[in-house]
Nanobody, 125 residues
Framework: QVQLVDSGGGLVQAGGSLRLSCAASGRSLSAYVMGWFRQAPGKEREFVACISRSAGSTDYADSVKGRFTISRDNAKNTQYLQMNSLKPEDTAVYYC??????????????????WGQGTQVTVSS
């Protein structure tokens, strides 16, 4: 069993930056593919980014590519999402998640086994 706690959200102006963190307890995060998803009001939850167990590979949604960077520190049992050049359309609740899939990475929400509680990111124009 893994418990994930998201943090780092807040209110920021367009063009600004935020860094989200996801701290894990219960098991080592090195056993999991890690990902970030987000859900805006009235919309479905969507994939943002994911990272392989060794952090050697990453994948991003087209909407955030070049602006967001996912990373992880297995020694600290924590993953991060650095968000730069934020836009109002990035406003959402952001969730970290852990997947025990055998593949290198996955974008599929249904394959993630554990979820954080979410952290609100609001970008003002």
């Amino acid at each position: 069993q893994v418990q994930l706690v998201d943090s780092g959200g807040g209110l920021v102006q367009a063009g600004g930056s935020l860094r989200l963190s996801c701290a894990a307890s219960g098991r080592s995060l090195s056993a999991y593919v890690m990902g970030w998803f987000r859900q805006a009001p009235g919309k479905e939850r969507e994939f943002v980014a994911c990272i392989s167990r060794s952090a050697g590979s990453t994948d991003y949604a087209d909407s955030v590519k070049g602006r967001f960077t996912i990373s992880r520190d297995n020694a600290k049992n924590t993953q991060y999402l650095q968000m730069n050049s934020l836009k109002p359309e990035d406003t959402a609740v952001y969730y970290c998640a852990a997947a025990s899939v055998l593949r290198l990475m996955t974008r599929r929400m249904g394959e993630y086994d554990y979820w954080g509680q979410g952290t609100q990111v609001t970008v003002s124009s």
